[in-house]
């Protein structure tokens, strides 16, 4: 049974949304004494990209050592200073497995779950839902629920970074396109702007030219383009062969990679 904290951690089923972040090894620093956690890992170790509105969920492993008897245990994401000014992700998670084995008196179990993050659900000190400001790396952490009654929590080493989702449009053209004349490439890049709860014109980004000939899986970056300050994108190209045209972004630490839909241009 997974137990609801304070500062945003919800009980529930599997929701749909959330997050990445890195593997941490090294065991974490007891606050009470008696419980520990390493090996935590978020979404596989890849950063956390969330929408405007759509949930979404994302695997966490942890192993957690225990020297007491536990009810229960998580591992969480925060801001702020735990235990007093902080506010977490608010997540539902449920549990694919935990595996337990003893040694030397230790209890250790190496649990798989499933957690769940809604872009548009936060705690209430934090407005209620995810602001742009929340694109950052979150500070962990993992606590214990002890037979006995009381709780120990754990400050842990390794951060969860969130990212804005990003979405890129593409348009080639004319079509057909003469062998040798000048085909034009146009798009728009946008990301998610949690504080408004839409998606905006993302300006002055480097964005990649991308192309697959007809008949081929393989797409290659041919040129770079910058979007405009309001977002757009506009370059051109000598029409060689018939084949299919998108744009690619990379990202950055706030904003997450995303490829266009491909256009396909018949060359003649």
């Given at each position: 049974?997974?137990?609801?904290?304070?500062f945003g951690?919800?009980?529930?089923?599997?929701?749909?949304g959330l997050?990445?972040?890195t593997a941490?090894?090294a065991?974490?620093?007891?606050?009470?004494?008696?419980?520990?956690?390493?090996?935590?890992?978020?979404?596989?170790?890849?950063?956390?990209?969330?929408g405007t509105?759509?949930?979404?969920?994302?695997?966490?492993?942890?192993?957690?050592?225990?020297?007491?008897?536990?009810?229960?245990?998580?591992?969480?994401?925060?801001?702020?200073?735990l235990g007093?000014?902080d506010?977490?992700?608010?997540?539902s998670?449920?549990?694919?497995?935990?595996?337990?084995?003893?040694?030397g008196?230790?209890?250790?179990?190496?649990?798989?779950?499933e957690?769940?993050i809604?872009?548009?659900?936060?705690?209430?000190?934090?407005g209620?839902s995810?602001?742009?400001?929340?694109?950052?790396?979150?500070?962990?952490?993992?606590?214990?629920?002890?037979?006995s009654?009381?709780?120990?929590?754990?400050?842990?080493?390794?951060?969860?970074t969130?990212?804005r989702?990003?979405r890129?449009?593409?348009?080639?053209?004319?079509?057909?396109?003469?062998?040798?004349?000048k085909?034009?490439?146009?798009?728009?890049?946008?990301?998610a702007d949690?504080?408004a709860?839409?998606?905006?014109?993302?300006?002055?980004?480097?964005?990649?030219?991308?192309?697959?000939?007809?008949?081929?899986d393989?797409?290659?970056?041919?040129?770079?383009?910058?979007?405009?300050?309001?977002g757009?994108?506009?370059t051109?190209?000598?029409?060689?062969?018939?084949g299919?045209?998108?744009?690619?972004y990379?990202?950055?630490?706030?904003?997450?990679?995303?490829t266009?839909?491909?256009?396909?241009v018949?060359?003649?």
């Amino acid at each position: 049974m997974r137990r609801g904290l304070g500062f945003g951690l919800l009980s529930g089923a599997i929701g749909v949304g959330l997050v990445a972040t890195t593997a941490m090894t090294a065991e974490a620093t007891t606050y009470e004494g008696g419980v520990s956690f390493s090996n935590v890992v978020f979404n596989n170790g890849n950063p956390i990209v969330v929408g405007t509105t759509n949930k979404v969920s994302v695997p966490l492993t942890f192993t957690v050592k225990s020297t007491s008897a536990l009810d229960d245990w998580e591992v969480f994401a925060y801001r702020g200073t735990l235990g007093k000014s902080d506010y977490g992700l608010a997540l539902s998670e449920i549990e694919y497995s935990c595996s337990k084995s003893t040694s030397g008196g230790v209890t250790i179990r190496a649990c798989k779950r499933e957690i769940s993050i809604d872009p548009r659900h936060m705690p209430s000190g934090n407005g209620g839902s995810l602001v742009n400001g929340d694109a950052t790396a979150w500070k962990t952490a993992g606590r214990g629920y002890k037979t006995s009654g009381s709780a120990d929590t754990d400050g842990l080493s390794g951060t969860v970074t969130l990212q804005r989702y990003s979405r890129l449009t593409a348009n080639a053209s004319p079509e057909p396109a003469v062998k040798g004349k000048k085909i034009t490439v146009t798009g728009v890049v946008q990301r998610a702007d949690w504080s408004a709860h839409k998606y905006v014109n993302y300006g002055d980004r480097k964005v990649y030219l991308q192309f697959k000939p007809s008949g081929s899986d393989t797409y290659t970056s041919v040129k770079y383009a910058y979007a405009s300050s309001t977002g757009k994108l506009s370059t051109t190209v000598t029409a060689d062969k018939s084949g299919t045209w998108r744009w690619k972004y990379y990202g950055n630490s706030t904003t997450g990679a995303s490829t266009s839909t491909g256009d396909s241009v018949t060359v003649g």
